[in-house]
Every structure is written in structure tokens, then in C-alpha cells.
């Protein structure tokens, strides 16, 4: 079946590091991949998606490229603040439209 | 535009007793969602509408869950009679008319305890 693997948190970074959040998918036919963000006290939103392989989807200095050799969608960005702490979902979307998530990675950044 | 509005917020049962929640989608929006999120992992689909019509119910415990969606517009879930393992967050999600690209809007969720 259609599934997501996310890497474990909690992650843990001083502010200006660099951050990747793994993420692979199994999947029949071709999803659309997303990363949603549930910062504290708030409810999910979407971060950023790409909708085809080697799509690069990006939003506020986080990029994520949809690599379909690979089936991975890993999150990066280049320097991580303090107001990036959140817990970051990777999910996938397939052919009957429902959308699976995986189980989240918690992500801290230490000023 | 107004998001996804839910109600309650906060619900605290005890074991055996029965829940609802309510969930209102962005204008327009034909697919609605309703997930259970279980403290430390992701949103598990509970089911999915499409205007007035159940898309996938697979994952809902059907012999105490239900749901509807009167009118294709807003939706309530109801839990009866409510187990311990029921405590979760419950979140209602929308979309525009079903495609692989558009993304899901969430409400604030629902916290439900059950003791």
C-alpha cells in the first residue's frame, strides 16, 4: 500500500544550521508530494509541494526536490531560526485523492 | 477568505459516553476530510467526502464512528460510545474538487480526552 517513512526527532540545531528532514514514500502510480508544518498551537498548513519528479517546490528558505528514482522528498534550508521550530510532515497524495502523512519529525532550534 | 472552522476545541468525556465535532470547510471547497491524529504520530484518514458523497472510509471504526456531511457544506463526527484509545486530536481538512495537486487546509483540531 501507499505509505510514508519520515527520519525520527526530535531534531535538535543551533540557529544558522543547516537542516534536512528525510523523507521517502512508497507508492503506485505517481503522487504529488507535500510538507505541511504544525507550528505550536496551530494547526497544519502546507509548506511547500511539487507535483511531479524532479519538481523542486519551495517556501521560506525551505526547498524539497520530488525524486522519483530515489522515491524521496527530502527537506532542506540553508540556515534555520529560532521560529522554525515546529513539527514538519512529509505526505503524499495519490489517485483517489487521499492524502497519507507520515508520523512527523519535531524540529528545535537553539539560539 | 475564512478557514476551516471546527468546534469544539477542547472535549473532555468520560469512557462510554458520547462525542461530536463540527466541522465547517473553506467556501467551496467539494472534498472534505476528517483525520485522527494521535499524540507523536501523523493524521490518520478517518474518511473522506466528496460534497455529500463518502469517497474512502476504510479506516473508520465504523461500529462507534460516524459521520455525515448534510447538504455537501459542513460535516460532524460522532464517537459513541467513546474508548480510551479515542483520545487524539480530530481534524477536519478541505480541498477544492478532487485533484493530485491541491493541498488540504486544516482546522485547529479538536483535543479529545477520554476518561
Known amino acids: 500500500g501507499n505509505s510514508v517513512t519520515q527520519m525520527e526527532g526530535p531534531v535538535t540545531l543551533s540557529e544558522e544550521a543547516f537542516l534536512t528532514i528525510n523523507c521517502t514514500y512508497t507508492a503506485t502510480g505517481y503522487p504529488s508530494l507535500f510538507w505541511y508544518v504544525q507550528y505550536p498551537g496551530e494547526g497544519l498548513q502546507l509548506l511547500l509541494k511539487?507535483?511531479?519528479?524532479?519538481d523542486k517546490g519551495s517556501n521560506k528558505g525551505f526547498e524539497a526536490t520530488y525524486r522519483k528514482e530515489t522515491t524521496s522528498f527530502h527537506l532542506e534550508k540553508g540556515s534555520v531560526q529560532v521560529s522554525d521550530s515546529a513539527v514538519y510532515f512529509c505526505a503524499l497524495k495519490t489517485g483517489g485523492f487521499k492524502t497519507i502523512f507520515g508520523a512527523g519529525t519535531r524540529l528545535f532550534v537553539k539560539a | 477568505e475564512a478557514g476551516v472552522a471546527q468546534s469544539p476545541r477542547y472535549k473532555i468525556i468520560e469512557k462510554r459516553q458520547s462525542v461530536a465535532f463540527w466541522c465547517n470547510p473553506i467556501s467551496g471547497h467539494a472534498t472534505l476530510y476528517w483525520y485522527q491524529q494521535i499524540l507523536g504520530q501523523g493524521p490518520k484518514l478517518l474518511i473522506q467526502?466528496?460534497?455529500?458523497?463518502?469517497?474512502?472510509d476504510s479506516q473508520l471504526p465504523k461500529d462507534r464512528f460516524s459521520a455525515e456531511r448534510l447538504k455537501g457544506v459542513d460535516s460532524t463526527l460522532k464517537i459513541q460510545p467513546a474508548k480510551l484509545e479515542d483520545s487524539a486530536v480530530y481534524l477536519c481538512a478541505s480541498s477544492l474538487a478532487g485533484t493530485m495537486n491541491t493541498e488540504a487546509f486544516f482546522g485547529q483540531g479538536t483535543r479529545l480526552t477520554v476518561v
Open positions: 467526502f466528496q460534497n455529500n458523497g463518502v469517497v474512502d
Open positions: 511539487a507535483t511531479k519528479a524532479d
